[in-house]
């Protein structure tokens, strides 16, 4: 069954800062990296992240710690 993955990055006061997949995914093991680039090509500053994973009804929230 095919659902929509959407995987967003976003900073501690709750501002959207990336956006890493947007499609439609066959369940399954990705990998999938983020580099500390925003949605603008900008390298983000070193801090704490919460990356939401959504996949169909699904929604899942890691913290995420950015090091330079």
């Known amino acids: 069954m095919v659902n929509l993955l959407k995987m967003t ?17 066959a369940p399954g093991q990705y990998k999938i990296a983020w580099h500390g680039i925003d949605n ?13 994973m959504k996949y169909g ?8 710690i950015f090091l330079k």
């Open 40 to 52: 603008f090509g900008k390298s983000v500053s070193s801090a704490p992240y919460f990356l939401v």
């Open 57 to 64: 009804q699904k929604t899942k929230v890691q913290k995420l």
């Open 9 to 25: 990055v976003f900073d501690i006061m709750g501002k959207e800062v990336a956006i890493l997949k947007n499609r439609m995914m």
